[in-house]
Nanobody
Framework: QVRLVESGGGSVQAGESLRLSCVAS????????MGWFRQAPGKERLGVAAVNTEGRATYTDSVKGRFTISRDNAKNTLYLQMDSLKPEDTGIYYC?????????????????WGRGTQVTVSS
């Protein structure tokens, strides 16, 4: 059983940056593919970024070049650095751990999920 707790969300202006963290407990994340998902108001939850056990990352097109996902297995922590934020990045961001799938867009059935952290970007 893996417990995931996100932090780092907040309210920012367009163009600013935020860094999200997801701390895992109960088990190590070493053997899991990890991902970040975003749920905008009134919309379904969609994958934003994913990283496999070797550190290789994939991103949804809308965040390429602006977001960077990384993992620190020693700290059992996943990160999402978000730069040049846009109003359309607004939503609840969830961390997920998946034992099978590692590409963004394939992890919707992940084994474990956090409760999310709110990100609001105003223009």
């Amino acid at each position: 059983q893996v417990r995931l707790v996100e932090s780092g969300g907040g309210s920012v202006q367009a163009g600013e940056s935020l860094r999200l963290s997801c701390v895992a407990s109960g088990d190590t994340i070493n053997g899991y593919c990890m991902g970040w998902f975003r749920q905008a108001p009134g919309k379904e939850r969609l994958g934003v970024a994913a990283v496999n056990t070797e550190g290789r990352a994939t991103y949804t097109d809308s965040v390429k070049g602006r977001f960077t996902i990384s993992r620190d297995n020693a700290k059992n922590t996943l990160y999402l650095q978000m730069d040049s934020l846009k109003p359309e990045d607004t939503g609840i961001y969830y961390c997920a751990a998946d034992s099978l799938f590692c590409l963004v867009g394939t992890m919707s059935g992940a084994d474990y999920w956090g409760r999310g952290t709110q990100v609001t970007v105003s223009s």
